[in-house]
């Protein structure tokens, strides 16, 4: 079988317990708004046609192409998924890709899923689909072009959002991780954007009312240009920041009071990490990372409402 | 291909095997927890947890080194890890010098750097020995019984009902390009990898328009059969007693690594 672990999926044991269940409830909380949103947009009909287009990313997955020396690439999909199937349903349709490989393959572990959906779920269909979004209306050649770039930055936001939760695990250095990280995404990025244009331009010239006023590709609203937008943004400027001066990241780690999940490891109960009534206790650790996630939770939610009255 | 070419199911009547797949995947998610909180350093915990784990492997009927065969699908990951052995302060164990650096293994370091691997290979394993003693179809209804929104559930379904199906149109598509690109003896065939790459993406956009028609017809036959938007099974799903008494001796045991862990 054709089927080739890519180098994004973080395994169990890689990440340690806070991390994970923060990106958990991140993933947990935006695809909450991508379920209600689409069982309220969806018909029944919409259901099995999310299946098979998720079916599809993972079969396009097989399709690789040679590079050199015996290596090959492969799609990725999570632009492309965002662009043809819109922003909601293109994350619903990578968490399954991303929840089979990890459950029937093993390729990715099942308490860092959250983690593993968060980076190449849905991270890559926030770029991918707010880049394009924002030349919906231009040409056909702008329309490609913003795709390429859309695709390679999303590979790079997978790639920089798992260094940076490896980092803050205590399992990798920071800089040397984000270095070879961003350094071979950068590579497999371009061979994403490569077939990621090809695909688009190929459905273009033979249905192009798929990608057309009324498809699920124009449903999106125009809050995910500016979320698109964002996250590239933090992408762009992270990046060298991360790989050449560590230190920087380090100290803002500090300043935000991050470093000290970053340099505990799995059991370490630092004391300015837990709720100061219940002493240094799992419970207390547990509980600071509950009203972190509760906070996140309420932005994410508030982007989702603002997300909607501008759809 | 058959439609279960996919699944890692291996088929043989065992303890494990008669489970209910709720019991397995809340007993497996609270197993990978378990390792995960459990402190670097902590061998006595992490053998009892790989004695939990052969356990788990006699008791499905498939031996005692199953799972330990299957289990090295993670290892190449281990090079993100690596640098924990130099970055850690610790006593040193060992200097060198490699490229342009100078590196000191230390041994907070190594303890991390093992303990990462440890956690990592138990927790992969029970993982793959899920989903041997499981069906997948049975798991992704275990996970809508765990309250998983059935949105998901039925795309996961599908995504698995459908792989294999897009997977043989994978494989024609493939086929035919190989049938036509032939090449002289002792030359390339194919252009640059750019071209490469865009003759790759044309294939996924073809199988996407394929997909695309066939979800049509796949909805319609559905509809014909009786769909309702609901996936029913004929297993019955019912939790009994022994089901119950399993996962509670389970998570005591898993309760019990914890305790140990932190002596």
Request: proline share 3%.
């Amino acid at each position: 079988m054709h089927y080739s672990p890519a180098p994004l999926h973080i395994p169990d044991g890689f990440l340690n317990i806070s991390v994970s269940l923060v990106c958990w409830a991140l993933t947990v909380i935006t695809l909450s708004v991508a379920v209600s949103r689409t069982n309220r947009s969806l018909g029944e009909k919409q259901v099995p046609l999310m299946g098979i287009m998720a079916s599809f990313i993972f079969a396009a997955q097989m399709i690789n192409f040679p590079v050199a020396g015996g290596t090959s690439g492969h799609l990725l999909g999570g632009a492309l998924a965002a662009i043809v199937l819109g922003p909601w349903a293109g994350m619903l349709v990578m968490t399954a890709v991303v929840a089979v490989q990890g459950l029937l393959f093993q390729d990715g572990g099942l308490l860092a899923m959250g983690a593993n959906i968060l980076n190449m779920g849905l991270l890559t269909v926030a770029i991918g689909y707010g880049l394009y979004r924002s030349v919906l209306n231009k040409s056909q050649a702008t329309r490609l072009t913003v795709a390429g770039i859309a695709a390679w930055l999303s590979v790079m936001a997978g790639a920089l959002a798992t260094s940076l939760q490896l980092w803050l695990s205590g399992t990798s250095n920071l800089q040397t991780v984000v270095i070879a990280m961003l350094g071979v995404h950068a590579v497999i990025g371009l061979g994403e954007a490569l077939v990621t244009v090809a695909a688009l331009g190929f459905i273009l010239r033979t249905r192009p009312d798929l990608l057309g006023e009324g498809s699920a590709s124009a449903e999106g609203g125009r809050g995910w240009v500016v979320a698109g937008i964002v996250v590239s943004l933090l992408v762009v400027l992270l990046s060298p920041f991360a790989s050449a001066d560590p230190d920087g990241l380090n100290r803002v780690a500090i300043d935000l009071g991050f470093i000290h999940v970053g340099q505990s490891s799995s059991y370490q109960i630092i004391p300015d990490y837990t709720l100061p009534f219940l002493g240094a206790t799992p419970l207390s650790t547990i509980l600071a990372g509950a009203i972190g996630i509760v906070v996140v939770g309420v932005i994410i939610f508030l982007l989702g409402q603002g997300l909607k009255t501008k759809s | 291909m058959h439609f279960d070419a996919f699944d890692r199911y291996h088929d043989t009547q065992s303890f494990i095997h008669r489970l209910e797949p709720r019991v397995k995947v809340v007993v497996t998610i609270a197993y990978i927890l378990s390792n995960a909180l459990l402190p670097d350093g902590a061998w006595i915990a992490f053998g009892l947890a790989w004695l939990f784990l052969l356990s788990a492997n006699v008791l499905s009927n498939l031996g005692i080194t199953f799972t330990l065969k299957r289990s090295f699908v993670a290892l190449p990951f281990a090079l993100v890890a690596i640098t924990v052995l130099f970055s850690i302060p610790g006593e040193s164990l060992s200097a060198f010098h490699f490229l342009f650096w100078d590196l000191t293994i230390t041994d907070m370091g190594l303890l991390r750097f093992v303990s990462i691997l440890i956690r990592s290979w138990l927790s992969v394993q029970m993982a793959i020995l899920l989903v041997a003693t499981a069906r997948f179809p049975d798991i992704v209804h275990a996970l809508e019984h765990l309250r998983v929104p059935s949105i998901l559930t039925t795309i996961i379904a599908f995504l698995y009902r459908y792989l294999f199906v897009l997977v043989d149109e994978v494989f024609r598509l493939l086929r035919a390009r190989e049938a036509r690109s032939a090449a002289a003896a002792g030359e390339r065939s194919g252009g640059s990898v750019a071209w490469r790459a865009g003759v790759a993406g044309s294939m996924a956009g073809q199988l996407f328009l394929r997909s695309y028609e066939r979800s049509d017809r796949v909805y319609n036959a559905m509809l014909a059969r009786g769909y309702t938007g609901h996936l029913n099974t004929i297993n019955p799903h019912e939790l009994r007693r022994v089901d119950y008494l399993t996962t509670a001796l389970a998570l005591i045991i898993i309760l019990f690594f914890q305790w140990v862990g932190r002596l």
